[in-house]
Structures are given as C-alpha cells and as structure tokens.
C-alpha cells in the first residue's frame, strides 16, 4: 500500500538531482588552491534555492502543491547550479576589492595570458563601482596571492582581443556562447584590465 503523501519517483528524481547540485555550487570551488571562495549573490542563490528546493520535493509532509511549486522551479535553479558550477570547473582567480559603499568584495574573473601580462574583462560599471583602475588589489592565482595594479583599456581593439581569447580558452564560454547565453565577441560596454604588478615599496 502506497503512502499518498510520499514523493512521486518525479519529485524524487529532481529532489536528489538538486541536491546533489547544491552540493556541487559549494564543493566545486575547492578544485582550486588557495583560500576558499565563498559563492556570492547569483551563485549563492544557485546553491541555497537547489538545496532547499531538493528538499522539500524530498519531504514525503510536504503538500502537493509545495511539490508542483517546486517542480516549477527546479528548471531555473538547474539552469543556475549547472552555469555556475562549470563556470568554476577551469581557472579562475579571485581579485580582491572594495566597493562604492566601501564592502570588501572578491571578485571572480576568467584570466586570460598574452605576451604583456595578465588580463581579465568585464562591464565597464563593475570596473567602475569597485573602482579598479589604479588601485593597488591583491589577487589570488594557483593558489597564491600576491599584489598587482589593474589598468584599465577600453579600445575596442583590446577589448576585443581579450574577450576572443577568453572563449577560445574557456569551454563554457564557448558552449554558452553556441545557445546564446554569453557574447561570442565583446559588447560595447565591455572592458578589459591588465594586471600589472605591483611597484615595490
């Protein structure tokens, strides 16, 4: 005799699929050396929703209207833990900065190697808010930290070159440019920073 109040093998299936997921978002970031990097806004949301929405299709009390609820919602949050996981799964460094209202934030950037130094892009107003230019930050790589001095360019011809060779070294970059959901060339409001290092003294 079935218990009508036990998950549908749907719900189950989802249920531990989210889970696992959730899990996923957190445990990812320790493939890279160094300081543990906290998972912040999108994927903070990507980890928390799968997991609490994993378990509440799990939860053989919950209503069956919780269970369509989050039924409905397991498409996004799949979506999100699955970006945000690959995002992490090749290289990426943590630039240590501080925002407009003078938060401390870490920053998770894709770097990109030319013959001139180290480079990453991103929006023009991130840049800005967290204030970049200039500024003497601490940048995490391999599992070291060590001073540089971002400066920014905002040529087009940079710009596009770093962004070129960010998809051609990252395959989630490439695969979500294929479907759309990242620019295959950079866009107007893109800029890319050098990481310089750090002057003595």
């Known amino acids: 005799m079935s218990d009508d109040n036990s998950p549908s093998k749907v719900r189950t299936i989802v249920g531990f ?72 799964l090749e290289e990426v460094v943590s ?7 003078g938060n401390s934030q870490e920053l998770r950037l894709w770097i990109v190697d030319r013959d001139d130094g180290e ?16 500024a003497r930050l601490q940048l995490l790589r391999d599992g070291e930290t060590r001073c540089v001095v971002p400066v920014l360019h905002e040529d087009r011809a940079t710009v596009g070159e770093i962004h070129a060779m960010k998809v051609d070294k990252y395959s989630v970059a490439q695969a979500a440019a294929a479907v759309g959901l990242y620019p295959a060339e950079a866009r107007d409001t893109a800029v890319s920073l050098r990481l310089d290092p750090c002057p003595p003294g």
């Open 17 to 88: 699929g989210l889970i696992a997921l959730g899990v996923g978002v957190f445990a990812v970031r320790l493939l890279h050396s160094g300081a543990y990097a906290v998972p912040r806004s999108t994927p903070m949301l990507a980890g928390l929703g799968s997991l609490a929405v994993g378990g509440l299709l799990l939860w053989h009390g919950a209503p069956r209207l919780v269970g369509r609820i989050g039924l409905a919602l397991s498409p996004l949050l799949l979506f999100l833990g699955l970006y945000v996981t690959m995002a992490e």
């Open 95 to 101: 630039l240590y900065a501080t925002d407009s209202a």
């Open 119 to 134: 480079w990453v892009g991103m929006p023009r107003s991130k840049a800005i808010e967290h204030s970049l230019d200039g």
